[in-house]
């Protein structure tokens, strides 16, 4: 029974880990998939090399407005997809190659299978190559073993076949027709790569909105605009899946009654859970939330001395910029075990790559009520700044609410062109406790450029 200084359980932002102060210590790495995790091969980078395709796909269905007649000619869909997985599936090997025969890694050892645990510390791995399970113990582990998409318990489903977000990107060809179903994020950004691809989209939402996770106003406005463009099917009970002659179908109770959706494929976007009962965490004393969140403390330690954990099994934000500062934590405090730091996830922000663009951070209007916290709110849209003119947006705005007393950021929601990239400002400003009126009136706005939408926003602030 091999016995490890460290045991990291995931290539994800686990991988990160391991650095020179730790070239001494006996370490094992422990992957069942491919290096790399969720955000490199099945997550963030592929679906956003497709969305910035989706984009150029889309611009001439919107190019006569500004006096320019375009047309979408063709989409070659293999070269849309070996371009972005050509670039992606080399760096996943090249890790594994690092990583198993670098000499940087001599007191490395990885074994490439799956990992349960047994006992306190000690896991045991059952390879991917058929060898015999092995038993490995350790003084300290870090769980960073990612998550994976939740399958609803639709009857049928099984049997007519899906697609979740870890397969969808690798399909031979493009369907002509395609339903999605669920109203997050992951929907919202397939729904727009596809649509945009010339595929005829349905989606299906078991609640009354779509993005119901964001500020209101955002979702209300998101909803009305998807609804435009897709086949929206709000507060859809999904009854059962079938294969038909042509493709496949979703019996659908709604509030009209049973309907029927068909398409030639299902995308389940439904979700994700954390991957801890696979490592049946609770046989090594982690405990565990009801969504199967590996509980943590402010130092990313589990319940167990010596465990750790980061990224999607343990944080229900569940986001890759929240998995790489988790990692520095995690690798900071593993290295100095008396001199330990703490995680911030005081003002966590997020995006969604759809179209139009939607960011956030901090509160929003419902939450602030629920908390009874005092604030004030402005809206700037788009269309009053002279950027928004020269992109004829006529949809997007964003929207701040602040406390009425300190002028301080409470929360920032945006939804439009570029919101991920318009919105970082304000995650400084309130990272740094920078108050609304030093924000827009002590430093200068590039005129005419977007980020006026964010000093207009901010002057609107009813403060006092």
């Known amino acids: 029974m091999p016995h490890y200084d460290l045991v990291i359980i995931g290539t994800g932002s686990g991988n990160s880990i391991l650095g020179p102060e730790f070239a001494d210590l006996r370490t094992a790495i422990v992957e069942k998939g491919v290096f790399g995790g969720t955000c490199l091969n099945v997550g963030c980078i592929p679906t956003k090399m497709f969305v910035y395709t989706a984009d150029v796909a889309a611009t001439p269905a919107g190019s006569s407005r500004f006096g320019v007649d375009e047309e979408l000619t063709a989409v070659r869909w293999p070269d849309v997809r070996d371009r972005i997985f050509g670039r992606i599936d080399p760096i996943a090997e090249g890790g594994a190659e690092y990583r198993e025969n670098h000499e940087d890694n ?51 489903l099984a049997e007519t076949g899906y697609y979740t977000s870890d397969t969808i990107m690798r399909l031979d060809a493009l369907p002509e027709r395609i339903v999605v179903l669920g109203g997050g994020y992951i929907a919202a950004e397939f729904a727009h790569v596809f649509a945009s691809f010339g595929v005829a989209v349905t989606m299906v939402n078991r609640s009354g909105a779509l993005l119901r996770q964001e500020d209101a106003d955002i979702s209300a406005r998101f909803t009305e605009l998807a609804s435009r463009r897709f086949d929206v099917r709000l507060d859809r009970k999904t009854v059962r899946a079938r294969s038909t002659d042509t493709g496949v179908a979703l019996d659908l109770e709604g509030p009209q009654g049973a309907e029927t959706v068909e398409a030639d494929l299902i995308l389940v976007a439904t979700g994700r859970r954390p991957n801890s009962d696979l490592l049946d965490v609770a046989a090594t004393g982690v405990a565990t939330t009801e969504r199967g969140h590996v509980v943590v403390d402010d130092y990313q330690q589990t319940s167990v001395e010596g465990i750790y954990a980061l990224g999607d099994i343990s944080s229900p934000l569940e986001l890759k910029h929240v998995a790489n500062h988790e990692a520095r934590v995690v690798q900071h405090n593993l290295a100095h075990p008396d001199d330990r730091i703490k995680a911030d996830h005081r003002f966590v922000p997020h995006a969604v790559f759809t179209s139009p663009q939607v960011a956030s951070v901090g509160l929003t209007e419902a939450q602030a009520t629920g908390r009874g916290v005092s604030f004030v709110v402005s809206k700037q849209d788009y269309a009053g700044i002279a950027y928004g003119w020269a992109m004829e947006d006529t949809t997007g705005f964003a929207k701040l609410l602040a406390d009425p007393a300190t002028g301080q950021l409470l929360g920032a929601h945006i939804i439009g062109p570029q919101a991920s990239t318009v919105i970082q400002p304000l995650i400084q400003a309130m ?5 609304a009126r030093s924000m827009a009136r002590g430093q200068y706005w590039i005129h005419p450029a977007m980020p006026e939408l964010v000093e207009n926003a901010l002057l609107n602030l009813p403060l006092d």
Not at 106 to 126: A, D, I, M, W
């Open 106 to 156: 001599r007191n490395v050892e990885v074994y490439r299978g799956e990992g349960r645990f047994t006992g306190r510390k000690e896991l045991r791995v059952s390879f991917a190559d058929g060898r015999p399970d092995e038993v490995v113990t350790a003084d300290r582990f870090v769980l960073a073993a990612g998550g994976r998409p939740v399958i609803p318990d639709v009857p049928g």
């Open 431 to 435: 990272s740094f406790g920078l108050d």
